[in-house]
């Protein structure tokens, strides 16, 4: 298999239904966002400061991310329900819900916004975040609405990208910067 097609050469792409369409589609744009986000966490993954636990994560919330990907490159739902590795629901939800439980434990208090920051892996957790917070505002916008819960798993996915940013610094030695 070739890794180039020459088939979005004129700036069109298939979605999954084999429909095609502008490259500028917001599906599209919402499915990229979606991939940046994953390279962005690939880089917090490989970043000075990245311990195991949270390396391993990250490496869950990854395979997630492609699951999410193809479900919006999927607007007619043909995606078998026994595809189990293109799920993304309730159970994903919980686990990332579960984690944020865990890792706030470990941490002080929030009483105060913090900055953006501290070591490589951290910062670089808190700048996916952002990029998590788009893709939501992409898959939001589409018409016709994508499933709901994929919504809600991005939604709380950024708010555990803050949590493990956060982890991540104080297990580095790096103190929340307040605002």
Avoid at 51 to 56: A, F, I
Avoid at 148 to 153: H, N, T
Wanted: net charge negative.
């Amino acid at each position: 298999m070739k890794i180039y097609t020459r088939t979005g050469d004129a700036g069109e792409t298939s979605l999954f239904d084999g429909t095609r369409v502008s490259k500028a589609d917001p599906r599209v744009a919402a499915y990229g966002e979606v991939d940046e986000l994953n390279a962005f966490i690939g880089l917090a993954r490989a970043g000075a400061g990245m311990d195991d636990e949270g390396s391993g994560m990250l490496l869950e919330i990854q395979r997630d991310l492609f699951a999410l990907g193809a479900r919006l490159a999927d607007p007619a739902h043909k995606i078998a329900d026994r595809v189990s590795k293109a799920t993304i629901g309730a159970p994903e939800i919980e686990r990332l819900e579960g984690w944020i439980d865990r890792l706030e434990a470990e941490l002080p208090p929030l009483r105060h916004f913090i900055l953006a920051g501290g070591c490589p892996a951290g910062a670089t957790l808190h700048l996916a975040r952002t990029v998590c917070r788009r893709a939501e505002r992409r898959m939001v916008a589409l018409d016709p609405p994508v499933d709901p819960e994929l919504v809600r798993y991005t939604n709380r996915l950024s708010d555990f990208l803050f949590v493990v940013a956060r982890a991540i610094n104080h297990r580095a030695g790096v103190e929340d910067v307040k605002w």
